[in-house]
Every structure is written in structure tokens, then in C-alpha cells.
């Protein structure tokens, strides 16, 4: 069989597994209170875990909240969640005072479960000018070498 022969049932039986997916996401959608993308449930967490007070919107630029307890108590964060640790980190030029990192397990994949193997907090890193010196390519991502770029995992009372 080809390709074409076989693009009537390949796109039966996606369809069907894109109802159930959309089936499986819409309770969570509904317990978080937006979307069901990781990025949104990574957010939701964290601000479960590190007591983050999150903005209304999730589309607010240069951070998703502020932190609520401890010594970091009024500081920005910026919150993002990747199915997989490969060492880029998407950064904005607006003002923050954190990023925190949620990631699963290291490595490149074609399937991408979504599950948490690492979570760091990482100063300030919003300000692309600070990175030039790290000789990475700055369009909307850098990249983090683990050799040159100390990255502390972060339990929640450590934070």
C-alpha cells in the first residue's frame, strides 16, 4: 500500500485519536483555567508548588506571576515547561527577575510524554544582552551549556 492508499484510514483513525485526546483535555483545561497546553499546566503547578501568584492572562509579557513567600516574595517569574531537557531556553527582552524551568528527561525524542524530571530557577536570564558573552545565537532562544552555565535543580524548599 501507499501513502495515498492508505491516507483515508490514517486520517480516520487520527481523527479519532485527536476526539479522545481532546476528550482527555478538557478536564484539566477546566481545572487550571486555561488551556490545556503544557505550557499552561507547567504554570499551574509551579504556582502550586513555589507559591506563585499567577497574572490573569497567560499571554502577559516578560512574566507569568510573582512569587508570594520567602526571600523571593515580589519577584517576577517567568515560567517555562519543556517535554524534554535540550538545553534552550526561549527568552523574551521584557524585564524579569527569575525564570523557572520545568523539564522532562534530557535528549531529543519523536514521541514526547509529558512528565517533570528537572525544575531549575535561574536568575534573570531575560535580558539578552547578559548572554552575548556566552557566545549562543540570540533570536528568540539561547542556549544553556551545562559545562559553562550552572544550572542548580531546585526543590520546592529550596526555593
Known amino acids: 500500500m501507499t501513502a495515498v492508499s492508505q491516507a483515508p484510514d490514517s486520517l480516520d483513525e487520527l481523527a479519532k485519536l485527536v476526539r479522545e485526546k481532546n476528550k482527555a483535555d478538557l478536564p484539566i483545561a477546566q481545572l487550571i483555567g486555561r488551556p490545556c497546553l503544557p505550557g499552561n499546566i507547567g504554570a499551574y503547578m509551579a504556582a502550586l508548588v513555589f507559591g506563585i501568584q499567577l497574572r490573569d492572562s497567560g499571554a502577559h509579557p516578560g512574566y507569568d506571576g510573582l512569587f508570594q513567600e520567602g526571600d ?9 515547561t ?28 519523536r514521541v514526547r510524554p509529558w512528565f517533570i524530571d528537572a525544575v531549575y530557577l535561574l536568575p534573570a536570564l531575560s535580558a539578552p544582552y547578559r548572554l ?27 526555593v
Do not use: M, W
Not at 523571593?72 to 517555562?80: P, S
Not at 558573552?133 to 529550596?158: E, G, I, M, N, Y
Open 82 to 109: 519543556y517535554s524534554r531537557q535540550e538545553y534552550v531556553l526561549d527568552i523574551s527582552p521584557h524585564p524579569c527577575d527569575y525564570d523557572l524551568v520545568i523539564a522532562g528527561p534530557p535528549g531529543q525524542a
Open 72 to 80: 523571593l516574595a515580589g519577584k517576577t517569574v517567568n515560567i517555562k
Open 132 to 158: 552575548t558573552d556566552r557566545q549562543c545565537h540570540l533570536l528568540s532562544q539561547f542556549c544553556v551549556r551545562p559545562s559553562r552555565t550552572r544550572l542548580r535543580k531546585s526543590a520546592p524548599d529550596q
